[in-house]
């Protein structure tokens, strides 16, 4: 594959409270020229789970590519280095919009 930012995967996620790996949708932030050169990519969590204050809703109108899962978002407190192997299917891709909403939010998180 030839993952690039603003893609969204399914990837198998390890979970650092519990011993397994779950299939879960992540969207890739790290930009193109460091994933053409690194075995790993930088990634976000896309969820359902809206709790607490680090989640950003995406809309449909965020959505440049695949389908639209109401009530789903970006949790941008779980940014992660995550090995390409562990993807496993492309679906979907944001807009460059919705992605500076994510670098917004990350730099406002660590400021």
């Known amino acids: 594959m030839n993952e690039r930012r603003n ?5 198998l996620v390890e979970f650092a409270d519990k011993p397994v790996e779950k299939l879960r949708p992540v969207v890739v932030i790290s930009r193109n020229s460091y994933n053409e050169k690194h075995p790993d990519l930088v990634v976000c969590a896309v969820t359902t789970n809206s709790s607490g204050d680090c989640f950003i809703p995406l809309e449909s109108k965020y959505l440049a590519e695949g389908e639209f899962f109401e009530e789903s978002g970006v949790r941008y407190d779980g940014i992660q280095r995550m090995s390409k192997q562990r993807m496993r299917r492309k ?4 807009t460059d919009e ?5 670098l917004d939010k990350i730099v406002e998180l660590i400021q």
Do not use: C, Q, T
């Open 7 to 11: 893609e969204i995967y399914l990837a």
């Open 91 to 94: 679906i979907g891709k944001i």
């Open 98 to 102: 919705y992605h500076k909403k994510i």
